[in-house]
């Protein structure tokens, strides 16, 4: 089965400029996942997605980042605009439901550079 | 923050098994451990994951001690497709607790 598609792999901006990424899941898979990944450290949560509607978005910066799941498949997460700091890779996972019980599958990332 | 502590960096030999030391000293009792590995420039994957019994599948297997503060993951036959960075993390599998990764150990598999 074809795995998780993120787009575009790498991408440069300055900063205060926008950007967004793109993420098509496992089809069937209701459940998905935003990560941000900073060099030398393990991803960290910013958005979790039951079907189209947000479980938890607790850890995402709500001032510049957003996220959107329409029809609950592909989805899509912005930052506007674009800090240093947010220079990182950024990951998609899906799974087939929300419990723990069901395996993440995640995408390849997307590599974002703020200069 | 993570509840799980590995060390920075392990190197093995290649073919020979590969032990990554995990230790979990306040996990509670209905929280599985389990492990991801992330090869370079990929997304994080999936290995195993355990409760208090031993598992095994054809990745890997898991080692918990009795007292569950501890485990292991052991590649059996280490090959170089296995350098990747690997992830011990504990969680319980109902519910939407999230998987909160640590900085995980780099493994290095030596040819």
């Known amino acids: 089965e074809a795995g998780v598609a993120q787009s575009p792999r790498y991408k440069i901006i300055e900063k205060r400029q926008s950007v967004a990424f793109w993420c098509n899941p496992i089809?069937?898979?209701?459940?998905l996942y935003w990560y941000q990944q900073i060099l030398g450290q393990g991803p960290k949560l910013l958005i979790q997605?039951?079907?189209?509607?947000?479980?938890?978005d607790s850890q995402l910066p709500k001032d510049r980042f957003s996220a959107e799941r329409l029809k609950g498949v592909d989805s899509t997460l912005k930052i506007q605009p674009a800090k240093l700091e947010d220079s990182a890779v950024y990951l998609c996972a899906s799974s087939l439901g929300a419990s723990g019980a069901y395996e993440q599958y995640f995408g390849p990332g997307t590599r974002l550079t703020v200069t | 923050d993570a509840k799980t502590t590995q060390p920075p960096s392990m190197d093995c030999a290649e073919g020979r098994a590969a032990n990554l030391p995990c230790n979990h000293s306040t996990i509670s009792g209905n929280e599985y451990v389990y492990w991801y590995r992330q090869i370079h420039s990929q997304g994080p994957q999936y290995i195993i994951h355990g409760l208090k019994n031993n598992e095994t599948n054809e990745m890997a297997s898991l080692i918990i001690t009795e007292d569950r503060k501890s485990s292991t993951l052991i590649l059996p036959h280490a090959t170089l497709r296995d350098t990747a960075v690997y992830y011990c993390?504990?969680?319980?599998?109902?519910?939407?607790?999230?998987?909160?990764f640590g900085t995980g150990t780099r493994l290095t598999i030596i040819p």
């Open positions: 993390i504990v969680r319980v599998d109902f519910g939407n607790e999230k998987l909160t």
């Open positions: 997605f039951q079907n189209n509607g947000v479980v938890d």
């Open positions: 089809s069937g898979h209701a459940t």
